[in-house]
């Protein structure tokens, strides 16, 4: 059986990466793609392309009719899901085998056998392996979870029994917030799964985030590629993975190792899959690790295994999915060290709010890996998750591998919408990380620290001087072509320094810049900090300069101050901090709310948010309705501008964005 026609049934990076391995091996592909999508960087890289309906992915990459006609239409021999979507779908896998076309993935038995969490404990637990104490059964019943949770004991974790990546998954600290953790997790479950089932566990303290990479093939054969630490999470969704992980022993990686496999074969696995373990304590401990899921398709920080063993994982699949048989032997142990961080169009400073927009300019530092899904000119879309890039470090050791990725990262220029680059800098020297003594409750120990700050003043008048002196300096130059002297606008002065404020936007911030004049020339300051040529890291985009310090990146405007409404800073209603589709509207009509009341939940990028009332005031008129899409800086609930207060705070309450 060969594959010469490979359909991704995928978008982003993971569709450019698979492409990239399909074209080394020869294989032709064809990308599919949403009306959001048209000219994406994987539909450009494609062979062929397809379009499958519009943006909502419902309608378009989650249709998988609509993919396996495209497949038919274009003649594939194959269907790779990457991961996400359809990636995990029983039925889809089902149907690709009964159209005859190869699914580069396991049957759709072990699939539906690890899409249900509480299924897959199930079957781990006759299989001998280790899983975390819990309620895994099929009553849903509301009080009867509350009890098992009670007899669990506190703090518990509720987890959707389908999907994965942190989605409908709440940590629950006391009785007294089960009720309203439940139902958030049941209806994000629902909206993200299409099923609202849950399961309660006894939520590990100070857990390790350790899962195994495991292969098989469709002749019997299933080994281990060893293990990756994902422990770097914010609300279960990863932020930076490496292999192998610290603290490692070679007794610990077998037993790990070994259960990995022994899972996979006893539900007959076939192809990449990652059997995901949580390590209690912080340390790692052979007598104290327990099964969480299977993730039954390719991870997206599956480069860090490929580093280290040399492997190309996505040549595997292929290779596999057309009937081939592993390499024979054991793979040998990881070599150097790798890591990986994941790049978003999200803001850290704001409680990890996505962004969208189009990408301005986007440089990435030398001497790493990169595996990107979009590249300057591109728009990151509201509709899917937001990921720039992922950027993956290897070197001879640990201390390397990460010396590689801080230089990569410090290097590295994404100007646009706005991303988590300082925050992944921040982690990456953050002590307890490179100590290698980190868990899951890093960065909620360390969110302060990692995130806040802001691009210095000398930054801002670097930029500014960057477009006021340029301008004056042109005028000065069409004025000196004139008889009359007194025309050149050049800051002559007969005697002393002259100069003027030039009004300038500071990412949407109204600022005054200090424009002078003396016998050196022009020159700008801001905040009294006077500008200095090459200081600063500048960039030219979209008729601005963007200032970048520390990964941050700020946009400086010139502005016609005569264009400033009086009020345009005034805020009198609740605003959509983001492109998304209303969930709910708590907010009525004439009824007041106290600071901390709900307004509205708005749902974007897998994300669902709540907006809360900052200070206490009365609801004027409800703009939108449940369901509705809304544009970022949409006002949804007018607020009483005389009794309310006109701010409002937007409250994270899930933030996984990917399906690992």
Known sequence: MVIKRLLIANRGEIAVRVIRTARRMGVETVAVFSEADRGAMHVRHADHAVLLGPADAKLSYLDGNRVIQAARDTQADAIHPGYGFLSENAKFAADCAHEGLIFVGPPAAAIEAMGSKSEAKAVMERAGVPIVPGYHGEMQDP????????????????????GGGGKGMRRVDRVLDFDEALAAARREAAAAFGDGRVLVEKFIQQPRHIEIQ???????????????????????????????????????????????????????????????????????????????????????????????????????????????????????????????VRLYAEDPDNNFLPSAGRIAALEFGEGVRVDAGVEPGDEVSPHYDPMIAKLIAHGDDRDTAFEKLRTALSQTVAIGPRTNLPFLSAIVTHPEVLSGQHDTGFVDRHLAELTGGSVSNAAVADAAAALIIPVHSQRSARAGGYD?????????????????????????????????????????????????????????????????????????????????????????????????????????????????????????????????????????????????????????VALDHDTAGEKTASEKTTSEKTAD
Not at 148 to 162: F, N, R, T
Not at 220 to 247: F, I, N, T, Y
Not at 514 to 523: D, E, K, N, T, V
């Open 214 to 340: 495991v292969f098989a093939d469709g002749k019997g054969s299933a080994v281990s590629l060893h293990e990756r630490d994902c422990s770097v999470q914010r609300r279960h969704q990863k932020v930076m993975e490496e292999a192998p992980a610290p603290g490692m022993t070679p007794q610990l990686r077998a037993a790990m190792g070994k259960a990995a496999t022994r899972a996979a074969q006893a539900v007959g696995y076939v192809g990449a899959g990652t059997v995901e373990f949580i390590v209690s304590g912080g340390a790692l401990d052979e007598n104290a690790f327990y099964f969480m899921e299977m993730n039954t398709r390719l991870q997206v920080e599956h480069p860090v295994t490929e580093l280290v063993s040399g492997f190309d994982l996505v040549e595997w699949q292929l290779r596999v999915a057309a009937g081939e048989a592993l390499p024979a032997g054991e793979p040998r142990p990881p070599r150097g060290h790798a890591v990986e």
């Open 143 to 162: 009080a009867f979870l509350k009890r098992k949770a009670y007899e669990i004991g506190y703090p518990v974790l509720i987890k959707a029994v389908l």
């Open 484 to 636: 009359d002297p007194f025309d050149a606008q050049d800051g002559f002065r007969l005697s002393g320094d002259g100069g003027f404020d030039v009004p300038i936007m500071v990412d949407g911030d109204f600022q005054l810049a200090r424009l002078g004049a003396g016998a050196q020339g022009l020159s700008v300051a801001l905040g009294g900090v006077v500008a200095e040529p090459g200081r600063t890291k500048l960039i030219e985009a979209d008729g601005d300069v963007f200032a970048i310090e520390a990964g941050r990146a700020v946009r400086v405007s010139l502005v016609d101050q005569l264009s400033r409404s009086a009020d345009d800073d005034m805020d009198t209603g609740a605003h959509a901090p983001m492109h998304g589709r209303i969930v709910e509207i708590y907010a009525q009509v004439g009824v007041p709310f106290a600071a901390g009341d709900k307004l509205y939940a708005i749902e974007a990028m897998k994300m669902e948010h709540v907006v809360r009332a900052s200070r206490p005031g009365v609801v004027r008129d409800v703009l939108a309705q449940a369901g509705a899409q809304v544009a970022e800086g949409a006002e949804v």
